[in-house]
């Protein structure tokens, strides 16, 4: 078992959405990561995330909104295609949201953390299913808010891309050794 969980981990990777193959991950699948993004710490149980999910028609809409906001930056035609293709290619988009302590209890950051690791939950089970995702962070994002009908206290930290694919190319990353990154005390 601790064997599998290291392999997860440590194979994790983003897959973008130029590498998905347009198939479909289910519903159940999309609801199991869900359940599992929502069982990450949380300081004070907060837990600060909520998730709006969007696929088959509605990501097409998400699609045009974007491509509408960032027409107001002039978008050449090339980069409308690219983003139309990108999202028929995903099976689904969640945008990742923060709900803000309105009484600051906590600060910004634990709250960023906290639903950061929701994310990295829903990461690992992705790759536990051998299914592609990737965390996109557009200069749109904060225009978001009005689309996704969200509140004062709450931001769009993302878009979490999902979608099933063939093959990936091999990758030759090289990590810092970690004994560099650590002082035994």
């Not at 699609?63 to 107001?72: F, M, P, T, W």
Request: a positive charge.
């Amino acid at each position: 078992m601790l064997e599998i969980l290291n392999d997860i981990i440590r194979n994790r990777r983003s897959v973008y959405p130029n590498q998905f193959n347009g198939k479909a991950v289910s519903n159940e699948v999309i609801m199991e990561l869900l359940l599992n993004a929502n069982t990450a710490p949380t300081h004070r149980m907060t837990q600060p995330w909520f998730f709006k999910v969007f696929s088959e028609k509605s990501k097409l809409k998400l699609a045009d909104e974007i491509i509408n906001l960032k027409s107001k930056q002039e978008i050449s035609e090339s980069l409308k295609s690219n983003i139309i293709q990108k999202f028929h290619l995903t099976s689904h988009v969640i945008c990742i949201c923060m709900n803000r302590d309105t009484n600051n209890v906590l600060p910004e950051w634990e709250e960023l953390a906290a639903t950061s690791m929701s994310v990295q939950n829903m990461w690992l089970t992705c790759t536990a299913y051998k299914i592609g995702c990737y965390w996109s962070t557009p200069n749109i994002i904060s225009k978001l808010d009005s689309f996704l009908n969200l509140q004062n206290n709450q931001k769009c930290l993302g878009l979490f891309y999902i979608g099933c694919y063939d093959e990936l190319p091999k990758r030759n990353l090289k990590r810092a050794n970690i004994d560099d990154k650590v002082e035994w005390m």
